[in-house]
């Protein structure tokens, strides 16, 4: 097999996933991994993380790995690691690079076999290789970084800044082939037993007891719902649906009758909105509010349970977590929080820790659960589906408890108008969460040239400790004037928030439907903001985006005329005054704003 080191990076799992498409098993171990456990290996990944190696408790491996014989692949904080370990030089850098960055190759390598001499990558970083290792010789560069890549030809050691793992890496996929066939492992292993696989590890987990799953209509839960019935039988699985208020327009009838058609007959339906409002009443703090609702949703179960004189000890919470809700939780050994999924707050931690919960595609990205739910005869409509998070419009409501000036500071950049907003929301860089301010551009013509607006936003984040997510303003030409109004989660933002949602899914569906464009929206958050205008109206943001499996994104470039359409509609909406639309890529954003 390949062994993947995890230093804590949000593409650890990732790295697997991607090498395992060219039939190579692979294997994820911590960084402090015994040698004697790695020597029968083929090759070793040396993954990112979200530590500098100037920190004090910073992680690090034996140095004996490199004396194995075998091929390295060293990415981003393992590439800075395999420089300082063997006697290179890592500098502070002088600013960060987060998101897309032109790579130009300098020499021959077969890691960069057939890889075009000038590609796009993605990066995320600050501190960086200033000096390789004797033995190594720069095979890489962008603009601000010139040792994007190195290598020991004769070791067969390789160092990567950026990450190929991840979809925005153009040549990516094309890269890691090419480590796989140096390490002649290509086509040695068959993921195809995965369903049959799993079968088995449910049943024998679960045992003789059953299974109460909770049901949002997703394709995570879809997908659970369909391989725990498979393995276990209908009648060993409570599927529970919750209306907890926070759902899109007729969200709850539309669930319904797309379950029903896929054949689930045990899925049952619990309304329970006004308990989860009243639980959210008067909180405005992000993470508080996931805690919230994941807390809630244990709560209504617990309920459920006791209404329907179910014994405990007999029954298994289910959960149709993936990989991505566990690694942005912190939920493995060196991963940093990014923010707390509904399924891993400390009441179902403590049910896990427990074995008291079974998550059959715990270890599954999205494009990956996809392909599991078309194997086991779910629709296209149904496996196709736009992710929504677990708390629903809970996180797309932005809250605050502060009223006042809602704008921080005015600059120009490009000659376009920039304001840096009072407001905050989450995101990730260097593997790390951040917490910081969204910046809003102005263009009075307003040509949408993306190029050019994609530049600025890189520009915007990757220079300023400030910012960490860029929006363009769609509704107004120049600067305007707003205010950070107290605002919490209540019917009537609720509301709004519903109209301003389902005219973007129905204008994005019915451009789609005509267009067809070849790479359609993955994502489309709409988000409300807790700043209003001088007239008192209430801000949304417009998040498409492209993805494959949730760790990085890219915003959707959608026509001006459909951004327009949008924008338009949406201010015809009683309360909303100013529509943006979110330039940020992930990193440094993330796809949700909390």
């Not at 088995?200 to 995570?220: M, N, P």
């Not at 569906?509 to 067809?516: A, F, K, T």
């Amino acid at each position: 097999m390949i062994a993947i080191l995890d230093f804590g990076g949000q593409y650890a799992h990732l790295i697997a996933t991607r090498l395992r498409s060219f039939g190579v098993y692979t294997n994820n171990f911590d960084c402090d991994v015994s040698v004697d456990q790695l020597k029968n290996v083929q090759g070793i990944v040396l993954s990112g993380g979200p530590q500098s190696v100037f920190a004090e408790d910073a992680l690090t491996m034996d140095s004996r790995i490199f004396e194995l014989g075998v091929p390295v692949l060293a990415i981003c904080f393992g590439h800075q690691l395999t420089s300082q370990m063997l006697g290179g030089v890592v500098s502070k850098g002088q600013k960060g690079e987060y998101g897309p960055a032109q790579l130009e190759l300098l020499t021959d390598s077969d890691l960069f076999k057939s890889v075009a001499k000038t590609s796009r990558v993605w990066m995320s970083h600050f501190d960086e290789v200033t000096k390789v290792p004797t033995g190594f010789e720069v095979s890489a560069s962008t603009s601000d970084c010139k040792i994007a890549a190195m290598e020991d030809k004769s070791r067969k050691i390789y160092g990567i800044q950026f990450h190929p793992e991840v979809i925005h890496s153009k040549e990516g996929t094309k890269i890691l082939g090419n480590f796989v066939d140096i390490c002649k492992q290509r086509n040695t292993w068959d993921l195809g037993s995965f369903i049959d696989d799993q079968c088995k590890l449910i049943q024998e987990k679960v045992a003789d007891k059953k299974v109460f799953l909770l049901v949002s209509g997703g394709v995570d839960s879809s997908v659970a719902f369909a391989l725990l019935e498979k393995a276990l039988g209908e009648e060993r699985v409570f599927g529970v649906f919750m209306d907890n208020g926070l759902l899109r327009y007729k969200e709850r009838e539309k669930v319904q009758s797309s379950m029903k058609k896929a054949g689930f007959d045990n899925l049952h339906t619990e309304v329970c909105q006004d308990y989860f409002l009243d639980n959210l009443s008067n909180q405005f703090e992000p993470e508080a509010k996931r805690k919230i609702i994941g807390n809630s949703f244990l709560e209504v179960q617990k309920q459920i349970v006791a209404r329907l004189d179910l014994n405990p000890e007999k029954w298994l919470l289910g959960q149709g977590t993936i990989y991505p809700d566990t690694i942005e939780s912190g939920g493995t050994k060196n991963s940093h929080l990014i923010k707390t999924h509904h399924n891993r707050v400390p009441e179902i931690q403590k049910l896990i820790d427990a074995g008291k919960v079974i998550e059959p595609l715990a270890d599954l990205y999205k494009d990956e659960v996809r392909e599991v739910g078309r194997k086991l005869g779910l629709s296209n409509d149904m496996v196709d589906r736009h992710p929504f998070p677990g708390p629903g419009l809970g996180v797309r409501i932005l809250c605050s408890d502060f009223t006042g000036n809602g704008v921080l500071s005015e600059t120009k950049v490009h000659d376009l108008d920039v304001q840096i907003l009072s407001i905050k929301s989450v995101g990730v860089q260097g593997d790390e969460r951040t917490y910081k301010h969204p910046a809003v551009i102005y263009e009075q013509e307003q040509k949408l040239d993306w190029d050019n607006l994609d530049q600025i936003s890189v520009k915007l984040v990757n220079e300023s400790d400030q910012v960490n997510r860029v929006v363009y303003c769609l509704s107004h030409k120049s600067k305007q004037s707003f205010k950070a109004k107290e605002s919490y989660v209540t019917k009537d933002r609720i509301i709004k928030l519903q109209k301003a949602d389902l005219i973007a899914q129905e204008i994005l569906h019915d451009y789609e439907q005509v267009e067809n464009p070849e790479t359609k929206v993955w994502q489309f958050p709409v988000v409300l903001l807790p700043l209003v205008t001088s007239a008192g109206d209430e801000c949304i943001v417009l998040r498409p985006i492209w993805s494959q499996e949730a760790m990085t994104a890219e915003f959707a470039r959608l026509p001006q005329v459909v951004l327009k359409k949008m924008s338009d509609e949406i201010l015809k909406i009683d309360g909303i005054g100013a529509v943006f639309f979110d330039l940020t890529h992930k990193p440094p954003g993330t796809i949700e704003w909390e």
